[in-house]
């Protein structure tokens, strides 16, 4: 195949995928590279899933075909597929992302999921505290499933906060955005009691950095994502004693954790008065922490 034609001459639908494939399948595998162009042909043109299939011998103008171009040399440069379009679908939510925030990820939308599911029939929480929310998607996604509820989630990046503002904005919702950092001696909100708590806080130690692919690491904030070999916990330290305080006693805490640190986790809220319990993602791993005080 002759790819320099493709990429120059051609502005043929079934041409385009098979350029992407070529480039991108050493880098990314071929399924993943079919989930880029599914993204990208609905962000770019509107198709869906079933309009792309049937539409592959049409072709597109030479506008788009430009943008398909710049898209495929990004996504080389191992630039994330969600900052490329500009947002990310969480929970039935549009979330913008950029690199002031971390892109959502479905461990973190399966413990909403599971959070709203275990909430929804017979507990709907009256008041949340998200803590760490970064681009607010896990806020906006509550507040979207128990809307009576007075939502509050706070975060210590103005960028990160200014693209959470927008993130509930966009999807109609109201949120109460707090920049202030949970590291601080003199941290304080003004509620008294929260019926649920979440948080998804820096875990990733930074000996762990290694195993991390270069999207990541070349494009979302370090910030948000790393903390010290010697004191991995630090964050959950800080988010435990917020609990142990304004919990509501039959309140509810749900985190998500470094798999590797799961005991040493379920330890530190036990230390605060808290009863944790271990719950597993969809890959089996030790992901979530749920706790009461009661």
């Given at each position: 195949?002759?790819?320099?034609?493709?990429?120059?001459?051609?502005?043929?639908?079934?041409?385009?995928?098979?350029?992407?494939?070529?480039?991108?399948?050493?880098?990314?595998?071929?399924?993943?590279?079919?989930?880029?162009?599914?993204?990208?042909?609905?962000?770019?043109?509107?198709?869906?899933?079933?309009?792309?299939?049937?539409?592959?011998?049409?072709?597109?103008?030479?506008?788009?075909?430009?943008?398909?171009?710049?898209?495929?040399?990004?996504?080389?440069?191992?630039?994330?597929?969600?900052?490329?379009?500009?947002?990310?679908?969480?929970?039935?939510?549009?979330?913008?992302?950029?690199?002031?925030?971390?892109?959502?990820?479905?461990?973190?939308?399966?413990?909403?999921?599971?959070?709203?599911?275990?909430?929804?029939?017979?507990?709907?929480?009256?008041?949340?505290?998200?803590?760490?929310?970064?681009?607010?998607?896990?806020?906006?996604?509550?507040?979207?499933?128990?809307?009576?509820?007075?939502?509050?989630?706070?975060?210590?990046?103005?960028?990160?906060?200014?693209?959470?503002?927008?993130?509930?904005?966009?999807?109609?919702?109201?949120?109460?955005?707090?920049?202030?950092?949970?590291?601080?001696?003199?941290?304080?909100?003004?509620?008294?009691?929260?019926?649920?708590?979440?948080?998804?806080?820096?875990?990733?130690?930074?000996?762990?950095?290694?195993?991390?692919?270069?999207?990541?690491?070349?494009?979302?904030?370090?910030?948000?994502?790393?903390?010290p070999d010697e004191d991995p916990l630090l964050f959950y330290r800080a988010v435990a004693a917020v609990a142990a305080r304004r919990l509501a006693p039959d309140g509810l805490l749900?985190?998500?954790?470094?798999?590797?640190?799961?005991?040493?986790?379920?330890?530190?809220?036990?230390?605060?008065?808290?009863?944790?319990?271990?719950?597993?993602?969809?890959?089996?791993?030790?992901?979530?922490?749920?706790?009461?005080?009661?």
């Open positions: 195949m002759n790819t320099d034609n493709l990429r120059f001459c051609s502005n043929r639908v079934r041409d385009i995928l098979a350029l992407f494939h070529h480039e991108l399948d050493p880098l990314y595998g071929s399924g993943e590279v079919g989930v880029f162009l599914d993204m990208l042909f609905d962000a770019f043109l509107g198709w869906d899933k079933v309009k792309l299939l049937v539409s592959r011998d049409l072709t597109i103008n030479q506008s788009d075909l430009l943008r398909f171009h710049w898209t495929l040399e990004d996504l080389k440069r191992h630039r994330p597929i969600q900052h490329i379009i500009g947002h990310t679908d969480f929970c039935g939510c549009r979330i913008e992302v950029n690199p002031s925030v971390l892109i959502p990820r479905p461990e973190t939308e399966e413990m909403v999921q599971r959070t709203i599911s275990r909430l929804a029939d017979f507990r709907p929480p009256s008041t949340i505290l998200d803590l760490c929310t970064g681009s607010g998607c896990i806020a906006i996604a509550l507040k979207k499933a128990f809307p009576q509820a007075a939502v509050t989630a706070v975060d210590i990046s103005p960028g990160a906060l200014a693209v959470a503002r927008r993130n509930a904005e966009a999807n109609g919702l109201e949120v109460n955005f707090v920049e202030s950092d949970i590291l601080s001696d003199d941290f304080n909100l003004q509620s008294s009691v929260f019926n649920l708590i979440t948080a998804n806080p820096p875990y990733v130690r930074h000996s762990e950095r290694t195993a991390m692919s270069p999207n990541v690491l070349e494009h979302e904030p370090h910030g948000a994502l790393f903390v749900v985190l998500e954790i470094n798999e590797t640190l799961a005991p040493d986790t379920a330890d530190l809220l036990r230390r605060h008065g808290l009863h944790p319990t271990l719950h597993h993602d969809f890959r089996g791993r030790p992901r979530f922490l749920s706790a009461t005080r009661s």
